[in-house]
């Protein structure tokens, strides 16, 4: 990211990714902002002065520079495939006390099972989990039901299939969860930036 970049950024803000291949198996079964093919996000933070961000990725949830985020993100043409969004004026009283929150789960193992336990978290869980603290425990960006289904087949798809029974499990399709892609449609955020060539993406 350069300079210019940086300055729009604010502790508080969500930045979603498109990561990998376009036909990645998290951004495949739910649409994101504008249709957005979206797999992962984070929450910037200031760290000792200076901004990075709070996420949750194997193996746990860290801290990772501005730089690394965005690279992690390239596709062939080496361009950054990033959404920025910031809360409505009416939720960043809550910012604060999120952080804190999102600071202290620093370490929490990744959860590749997407399963509701504490003592794991996937990406959007963090954030749900960091502003539902923040609101007093009431949810502020609500649980919406997992979905395994190509969104155009409306089919299982076998990869998530497979993924589940190396471990002995049935897909958790309709369980209580959160999807980076459906949280960038929430309408507490505000898109403020789209940056690359974003799987999907109506312009």
Known sequence: MSRNDLSQLAAGDLIFAAIGEDDNLI???????????????GIVIDQDGALCVLEAIDPVVRLTSLEEYAARSHCAHARPRLVFARLSAP?????????EFGRARLGVPYDPYYSSSSEALYCSELILEMFRHANGGAALF???PLSFRD??????????????????????EGAPGSHPGGLSRDGRLQVYRVEGNIPGFNR
């Open 151 to 172: 969104t155009q087949s409306g089919e299982l798809m076998p990869e998530w299939v497979a993924h589940y029974a190396e471990v002995g499990q049935e897909v958790p």
């Open 27 to 41: 951004s495949a079964v739910v649409e994101g902002h504008r249709g957005a093919r979206l797999n992962h996000v």
């Open 91 to 99: 939720y960043r009283m809550l910012i604060p006390a999120a952080l």
């Open 142 to 144: 609500p649980n919406t």
